[in-house]
């Protein structure tokens, strides 16, 4: 059965910085694609950013230039480093893999930012 499980998220205030993980176990095949979603309160879960094994790319507009995905070269590990965040960044993050059009989902940290 492959799971996901977050860490890193906690409170932190206006400005800081936090380092999200994802390790996924029970699976040896490598990850299709890597995603970090956020769901803030009263919104709909939205795309923060994505990489492939390329290497490629992409962030909600929201974040480019503040927010850095990255994965572990051999296991099926991402990270999401944010930096200068704001409170308009609180929210549910929850870790997203997919392998082979399958997506598997993490169960979410919650990220607090105080003004």
């Known amino acids: 059965q492959v799971q996901l499980l977050e860490s890193g998220g906690g409170l932190v205030q206006d400005g800081g910085s936090l380092r999200l993980s994802c390790e996924a176990s029970?699976?040896?095949?490598?990850?299709?694609?890597f995603a970090w979603y956020r769901q803030a309160p009263g919104k709909q879960r939205e795309l923060v950013a994505a990489?492939?094994?390329?290497?490629?790319?992409n962030y909600a507009d929201s974040v480019k230039g503040r927010f850095n995905i990255s994965r572990h070269k051999i296991k099926n590990t991402t990270y999401l480093q944010m930096n200068s965040l704001n409170p308009d960044d609180t929210g549910v993050y929850y870790c997203?893999?997919?392998?082979?059009?399958?997506?598997?989902w993490g169960k979410g940290t919650l990220v607090t930012v105080s003004s």
């Open positions: 990489i492939i094994p390329s290497g490629h790319t």
């Open positions: 029970g699976t040896r095949i490598s990850a299709d694609r």
């Open positions: 997203n893999m997919r392998i082979r059009a399958v997506d598997y």
